[in-house]
């Protein structure tokens, strides 16, 4: 099928009532990794990709390129979108250049009416070429790879007017964080979400910071129109722990010495199983 738009995935599973997951993407083995998952899984899936990690990874065309071989020779039959996060207007640009079919612009620091022209401009060159757009309004609290929010709440009126510029799915603060949640975290803002989720005409709302939110939660935020969760610093945490304990257990060390690959495997097997357990906690596995 290669790589799609996340159009149809998301007014599907808005229609349906349940969540597609966005896990971003850093390297070849967090790809092959989440890929695998959403196969086996029968589910759709967002591969999302900040500005940081597309320049690590040597930019826009190599991802591409990666996944799109990768979803070649693994033969993956469920719909996968690649997903810019967090894009600034340039980058929106050059993602859609490169082959993204799905690109959020951030235009949430600036002010609205500047938000809004710009969100307008990228939906124009976006959708004549058949890219999918994430806007955002309200800010999502903490840092996401250099990109910083402070976490003020999105008010229904301004989701309304840029839910109407044409964008695919829109994110709104509602007093989520990116990174772990503190202690005396408040709880996400569900009267504010079930407003915009009434006011923005059945538009798949985008749900960040997705680590650390309790089950219930999200039970209930896709209840109210959380149709794409991003989840991100799981998979860093549990990537990290796994590639950690083998260093530790000295198994890096056994047989012929240093092997790249082995190294990686355990992280590896932890992101399939964050990402299995999230996309049956979300509602989209056997949905593709
Ligand atoms: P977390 O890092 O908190 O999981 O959030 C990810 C995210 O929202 C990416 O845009």
């Not at 006011?199 to 939110?213: E, K, S, Y």
């Not at 089950?215 to 549990?238: F, H, P, R, W």
Request: hydrophobic share 40%; aromatic share 6%; net charge negative.
């Amino acid at each position: 099928m290669g790589i799609v738009s996340t159009k149809d995935m998301l007014q599907k599973a808005r229609r349906e009532g349940y969540a597609v997951g966005q896990f971003n993407i850093n390297n070849l083995e967090w790809t092959k990794a989440i890929l695998t998952a959403a196969q086996e899984n029968r589910s759709p899936v967002i591969l999302g990709v900040s500005e940081g990690a597309a320049k690590y990874m040597v930019g826009y065309n190599t991802v591409v390129g990666m996944v799109e071989g990768m979803m070649k020779t693994m033969n993956i039959t469920v719909p996968v979108a690649l997903h810019l996060d967090h894009g600034s207007y340039e980058g929106a640009q050059a993602a859609m250049a490169a082959g993204f079919k799905s690109v959020m612009f951030d235009g949430s620091h600036y002010p609205i009416e500047e938000n809004v022209q710009k969100t307008k401009e990228i939906v124009e060159q976006a959708t004549a070429i058949g890219v999918s757009v994430e806007a955002e309004v309200g800010s999502i609290g903490g840092e996401e790879d250099g990109v910083t929010g402070t976490g003020e709440v999105a008010d229904p009126e301004e989701c309304r007017l840029i839910a109407k510029l044409g964008v695919t799915m829109l994110a709104a603060g509602i007093g989520n964080i990116h990174g772990s949640y503190p202690e005396n975290w408040q709880g996400l803002d569900m009267a504010v979400l079930k407003e915009i989720g009434e006011t923005t005409d059945n538009m798949p709302l985008v749900l960040h910071g997705g680590t650390g939110i309790p089950d219930a939660m999200i039970t209930e935020a896709i209840s109210y129109g959380v149709s794409k969760i991003n989840v991100n610093t799981e998979c860093q945490l549990v990537f990290a722990a796994a590639t950690r304990a083998y260093i530790e257990a000295g198994k890096d060390k056994v047989g012929k010495g240093f092997d790249p690959r082995k190294l990686l495997k355990p992280g590896y097997d932890a992101i399939m199983a964050v990402v299995t357990e999230k996309m049956n906690l979300f509602g989209s596995s056997h949905k593709a």
